[in-house]
C-alpha cells in the first residue's frame, strides 16, 4: 500500500494477529473511527464500517484516509437506532469496535433525548448483535466524562461515576448496558475509557482543533474556560489501545483506560499551539463557549497502569509533538475548519 502522506497516526498494528479477522467498526465516519479503520485495513484484517447514513451519501472522516484504505473497506450505511440494520453489519464478523455515538456535550444540553436514544439504544441494538453473532469480542468505547470533576487524581477506573451531562449520562448507562451483556449472556467485551483523544481529521468541536484553526486563520482565539484541565491523548496513541485491548485475553469483562498520565489546562494549550505556528497567541474569552458552572468537568486525570498491565500498551506522544502534527494537517486542509461549536 501506499503510505500516508502524513506520519501516521497510529503504530503499525501487528499484522500477524489481525491478517483476515472479520471486523466492525461503528462509528468509523468519525475522527477516531477512521483512523482505526485505516490501522486495521494496515494491519491486513477484512474490515466493514458503518456510518451514518446522509442523503449525500458522505463517508466523514474516512473521507481523508487515503485511496487504498477507502478501497479495501466495505462501507455501510445506516442508523444505530435501526436493529436490523446493524444486526446485517455485525452478522459473520468475529470483533465489533463501537465507536459510533452522538458526541458533542454542548449538543447533549439541547437534545438530550436525541443523545441518548443513539448512544444507549445504539449500543443495546450492537450488544443484541454481537450476542447472537457470537463475536469474539465486542470492544465498547466509554469516555472520561463519565467520571465527572475528578475527586481524586489519577482517576483509576475504580473512580465514582458522576456524569455532569446529558452525553456522560448516556455513555454512562450504554457502559453499563455492556457489561450487563457480560453477566447475563457472558458476552465477551471489553470497555475502552480514552481520555481527551486529538490529532487530524478531528471536528473543530474540539478544543484543539479550535484553537490551532483560529492560530492559523491569523486572528485572536476565542475560547471559553481556560483553567479546566486535561490528559490529552494522541489519536494513533488512542487507536493502537483500541486494538490491543481487543487482542488481550486478559482484557475480557475488563474496563481500560487510555490515557497518558500527565493533564494539560486548557491555557496549556493555547501555549502549545503558539509553539506550533511560532507565535504566542491572543485569547478572547467567548461567552457562548462557556459551560453551565454545575456542568464543567474541571479535571480529568487518567491512570492507565490496569491498561499497561493487561496489555503492555503505554501512550508514546507528548502533547507539542500531537499538536505539531495536528497544525501541520490543518495547514494541509484548510477546508477542514468549516465546523462551529465548542468542546473540552
Avoid at 494491519?43 to 449525500?56: E, L, N, T
Avoid at 471536528?203 to 483560529?214: D, K, N
Avoid at 474556560?225 to 482484557?251: E, I, Q
Wanted: aromatic share 6%.
Amino acid at each position: 500500500m501506499m503510505a500516508s502522506v502524513f506520519p501516521p497516526a497510529t503504530p503499525p498494528a501487528d499484522r500477524a494477529a489481525w491478517a483476515g479477522v472479520p471486523v466492525a467498526v461503528t462509528g468509523a465516519g468519525g475522527f477516531v473511527g477512521s483512523h482505526l479503520v485505516e490501522a486495521l485495513v494496515r494491519a491486513g484484517a477484512d474490515v466493514r464500517a458503518f456510518v451514518s447514513y446522509r442523503a449525500q451519501r458522505g463517508l466523514g472522516a474516512l473521507a481523508w484516509t487515503p485511496p487504498e484504505v477507502r478501497e479495501a473497506v466495505e462501507v455501510r450505511r445506516g442508523d444505530l437506532r435501526d436493529q436490523e440494520a446493524v444486526r446485517r453489519l455485525v452478522d459473520d464478523r468475529e470483533v465489533v469496535f463501537h465507536l459510533g455515538a452522538l458526541v458533542a456535550i454542548p449538543f447533549s444540553y439541547e437534545s438530550p433525548r436525541s443523545v441518548f436514544d443513539v448512544n444507549v439504544t445504539g449500543t443495546l441494538n450492537v450488544a443484541l448483535a454481537a450476542r447472537d453473532a457470537g463475536v469474539r469480542r465486542l470492544v465498547h468505547t466509554s469516555t472520561s466524562e463519565v467520571y465527572g470533576t475528578a475527586q481524586h487524581v489519577p482517576i483509576t477506573e475504580d473512580h465514582p461515576i458522576v456524569a455532569q451531562s446529558p452525553y456522560a449520562a448516556s455513555k454512562a448507562a450504554a457502559d453499563q448496558l455492556v457489561t450487563s451483556f457480560g453477566h447475563s449472556y457472558d458476552l465477551p467485551f471489553t470497555i475502552v475509557r480514552p481520555f481527551n483523544t486529538y490529532g487530524p481529521r478531528q471536528s473543530t468541536r474540539a478544543v484543539l482543533p479550535t484553537i490551532a484553526t483560529q492560530a492559523l486563520a491569523g486572528g485572536p482565539v476565542r475560547l471559553g474556560a481556560l483553567t479546566p484541565r486535561r490528559d490529552m491523548t494522541y489519536v494513533g496513541d488512542t487507536v493502537a489501545g483500541f486494538l490491543a485491548a481487543a487482542a488481550a485475553s486478559d482484557a475480557r469483562g475488563r474496563t481500560l483506560q487510555l490515557g497518558t498520565g500527565t493533564d494539560h489546562s486548557v491555557a496549556d494549550m493555547v501555549a502549545s499551539v503558539g509553539r506550533a505556528v511560532g507565535r504566542e497567541l491572543e485569547v478572547e474569552e467567548e461567552p457562548a463557549r462557556l459551560r453551565p458552572p454545575a456542568s464543567e468537568v474541571q479535571r480529568l486525570l487518567a491512570d492507565p497502569a490496569r491498561m499497561t498491565a493487561l496489555t503492555g500498551w503505554a501512550a508514546t506522544r507528548d502533547l507539542d509533538e500531537g499538536v505539531a502534527l495536528l497544525v501541520d494537517w490543518h495547514r494541509a486542509h484548510p477546508d477542514a475548519a468549516g465546523a462551529t461549536g465548542y468542546a473540552v
